[in-house]
């Protein structure tokens, strides 16, 4: 299996790089280094994506928020940030159309002041996307408000404002850059963790790492070591340096899945302030409704949740702007994401924090990179390698990743699903598997026609066919892997995918050879994380 081959590699071989995380910035970083010319390799202590860069919004946005803190008190840096997000939305959008859409956004107005507000600030957020804009912002009457989004609450409607921004497919996006790194060489290794660094007169030379699903253990050399393991940053900046002083604050962001209500929305929605100034996101997603915030202070855990309070304060902002039930019978899923962001003060909210990214570079030479938000993780990849390129004695190209487009890019065209109805699949599921696999969906229609065309769970899209190619093509190692994060029918429908389990399972556990240890291991890892 692939992943064999990248422990093979690991253990016998040496790196220009090593990066340890395979999230969305690392991911980045393992991409535009070995894009460079440098030999790259990059290891995660669980499945790629399974932390903050798997359960995010589901937004590539500039930030109509942050802009708002940039004008308030007048902060350049935040004002960059928005400008550098903007237009990577449209780079993304470009090199990864299959996982990229655009999606309009409403923001509801109820007081008759707003409108000057709202306008003003969406007129600098078109006018800071430049070139990069898609589609100009614009005011909406009561009556327009509600055909695009029926279940708003009409008492006190004045109207609205709709601007646009992009939405995709989070984890499938960090798997997708990944994929793009180890087709052109990099070596590439899930469940593989970090357990130590090698130093030779005090400088850090390779790192000692530990297969988590058979417990080997080997050191493996590189020049050069990168942290971009997110919010876990200072816990490997301590493996490093014990007494170092930690960097980040962590944010959590907790998110409910609903059925969409009908009729069915034509817009996403923005609550700019909830009664704790924060935001609500009410998003279409994946054929769901997706409805969540940002910025409550947390710890870091290796799978965190929603608390009672978090989901009674959702259910209780979505009260008040929209119509319909939202109690907890409604909840098919929920999820917790922790952002982590720089610490600039000791007294701000984690609200207030920036999402621009910094490093930290310790006297051993491990280079951390921290902050950021996934919109940007292309610039922060950027940045990094950029100061790394400088200590190679060999000459090496400048960044190309805003032009190199990502595994199912290719050849994709949006009319591809049009071939696989004719084939006799459904709508939602040739949609789904374009969207998903974009130019490689040819191959898991392939296996569906061969033996596995039956659905997931009747309720959704998602076919057997997927488990199958995941198995062979995605670096799978455990059921959760597939139904979290290649499939995401455990973050739309949690009741689905426990019915789903034993299918994905059993084909894993015939596909990977398992013994009865890593069959009771991939069900006590899959029940862990419902």
Request: aromatic letters at 8%; one cysteine or more; a positive charge.
């Amino acid at each position: 299996m692939q992943r064999d081959l990248a422990i093979k590699c690991l253990k016998n071989e040496s790196f220009d790089l090593l990066v340890i995380g395979g999230g969305s910035t690392g991911a980045g970083i393992a991409l535009d280094a070995q894009t460079r010319g440098l030999k790259v390799a990059l290891v995660e202590q669980g499945d790629f994506t399974c932390g903050t860069s798997s359960r995010s919004t589901k937004l590539v946005h500039g930030g109509v928020r942050y802009l708002e803190q940039a004008v308030m008190h007048l902060d350049r840096s935040q004002f960059r940030l928005v400008r550098e997000a903007l237009q990577e939305r449209k780079v993304l959008s470009q090199i990864a159309p299959h996982l990229v859409t655009w999606l309009p956004l409403l923001i509801p107005m109820y007081r008759r002041w707003e409108a000057a507000y709202y306008n003003a600030g969406l007129r600098m957020y078109d006018w800071l996307a430049g070139k990069n804009l898609v589609h100009r912002s614009r005011f909406v009457s009561h009556h327009e408000a509600l055909e695009l989004c029926p279940f708003l609450k009409k008492s006190g409607l004045k109207g609205g404002v709709i601007y646009y921004d992009g939405q995709f497919d989070d984890s499938r996006m960090g798997l997708s850059i990944l994929l793009t790194a180890i087709n052109r060489g990099a070596v590439i290794s899930n469940y593989t963790r970090v357990t130590g660094f090698i130093k030779s007169a005090g400088r850090i030379t390779g790192v000692q790492l530990q297969d988590s699903l058979k417990g080997d253990v080997w050191t493996t050399q590189a020049s050069f070591v990168v942290n971009a393991t997110g919010p876990y940053t200072d816990n490997l900046r301590k493996m490093d340096f014990p007494d170092c002083k930690s960097l980040l604050r962590v944010s959590s962001g907790a998110h409910l899945v609903t059925p969409l209500p009908s009729p069915q929305p034509k817009v996403g929605v923005l609550i700019p302030k909830t009664q704790d100034k924060r935001v609500l996101f009410v998003l279409p997603w994946l054929g769901h409704l997706l409805i969540g915030t940002t910025d409550n202070p947390a710890q870091v855990s290796p799978d965190p949740k929603p608390t009672a309070q978090e989901v009674s304060f959702i259910q209780q902002e979505y009260h008040r702007y929209f119509e319909g039930s939202l109690d907890n019978s409604q909840i098919e899923s929920s999820w917790s994401g922790l952002r982590p962001l720089v610490d600039e003060t000791s007294h701000k909210g984690t609200a207030a924090l920036s999402r621009d990214h910094s490093f930290d570079e310790s006297s051993s030479g491990l280079l951390s990179v921290f902050g950021g938000k996934w919109t940007t993780y292309r610039t922060m990849a950027k940045d990094t390698v950029d100061k790394l390129v400088k200590r190679f004695p060999k000459p090496l190209g400048p960044c190309i990743t805003d032009r190199v487009k990502l595994s199912g890019a290719d050849s994709f065209e949006p009319g591809l699903s049009q071939q696989w109805i004719k084939s006799g699949f459904d709508q939602k599921t040739a949609e789904h598997l374009v969207r998903a696999y974009g130019d490689r969906s040819p191959q898991v229609i392939q296996l569906a026609q061969d033996e596995f065309k039956e659905r997931l769970h009747p309720k959704h899209p998602m076919l057997l066919a997927e488990v199958i190619y995941s198995v062979r093509n995605e670096y799978v190692c455990r059921s959760s892997d597939i139904l979290f994060r290649r499939t995401r029918l455990a973050l739309l429908d949690k009741k689905a995918a426990k019915e789903a389990f034993p299918k994905v399972h059993s084909i894993l556990a015939e596909e990977l050879g398992w013994d009865e240890r890593e069959i009771e291991a991939d069900q006590l890892d899959f029940t862990s994380q419902l």
